[in-house]
């Protein structure tokens, strides 16, 4: 059973698309995240969810949101997709203790043509 | 504010050897936990190492090892015995235990493992 899983695995879109990227977790945790990778492999979060609601809101583009519709779901929705948006998008939950680790998702490769 | 710093880019270490991670950390609050991370060109995150910052021991997970030096602000990763499989990037990360359960990243060093 897959703990954070997350689709598509790969998105190639056209400039101006809206997409969506889905995830879901399985372990029970209270806390899910969207991190950005870029090229450079720099990780950046940009949102992160307790218990459906938003706690963590970085100096992301309003043209991202992310939808939680309960605790084990969290969706990432994009409008009028840029190329700098090119990155790998990855989903994460955890427990809110210090020492739980991070489980990630397998990411999600956007390339915006 | 939290920061996390990796100042190597990029490492090599012969097959069989040592090799040491390094980073270092910003933070003023006095409970944490320290993460460490690798990222096979695959592109999984594959979790290592933990370290708390109330923790006497330094953490050991295989040949995985954490040189945790708090007055220093340092939380390195040691990996004995480098393997070829060993070649990755490797990211350190924090999460403060106030706030908002957030986890933030170094910039990552790129091990490679020569035979």
């Known amino acids: 059973d897959t703990a954070v899983s997350q689709t598509p695995k790969y998105l190639v879109t056209q400039m101006g698309n809206d997409k969506s990227i889905k995830c879901e977790q399985n372990l029970g945790h209270d806390t899910m995240y969207w991190y950005k990778q870029d090229s450079k492999k720099f990780l950046k979060i940009m949102f992160s969810?307790?218990?459906?609601?938003?706690?963590i809101n970085e100096t992301v583009p309003n043209r991202f949101s992310p939808k939680s519709p309960d605790k084990a779901h969290l969706n990432l929705h994009i409008n009028s997709l840029e190329l700098g948006d090119s990155a790998v998008y990855f989903c994460?939950?955890?427990?809110?203790?210090?020492?739980?680790?991070?489980?990630f998702g397998s990411g999600t490769q956007l390339s915006v043509l | 504010a939290q920061k996390i710093t990796q100042t190597q880019p990029g490492m090599f270490v012969q097959e069989k050897e040592a090799v040491t991670l390094d980073c270092t950390y910003d933070t003023s609050d006095p409970s944490y936990g320290l993460f460490w991370y690798k990222q096979p060109s695959s592109g999984e995150m594959i979790f290592l190492i933990y370290?708390?910052?109330?923790?006497?021991q330094n953490a050991t997970e295989g040949r995985y090892s954490l040189n945790f030096q708090k007055a220093r602000k340092s939380a390195n990763l040691v990996i004995s015995a480098s393997q070829l499989g060993d070649s990755a990037m490797y990211f350190c990360a924090m999460r403060e235990a106030s706030g908002t359960y957030k986890y933030i990243f170094g910039t990552g060093t790129r091990l490679k493992v020569l035979a």
């Open positions: 969810y307790n218990n459906k609601e938003l706690i």
């Open positions: 994460a939950s955890s427990q809110e203790y210090i020492n739980e680790k991070l489980f």
């Open positions: 370290q708390g910052s109330y923790d006497q």
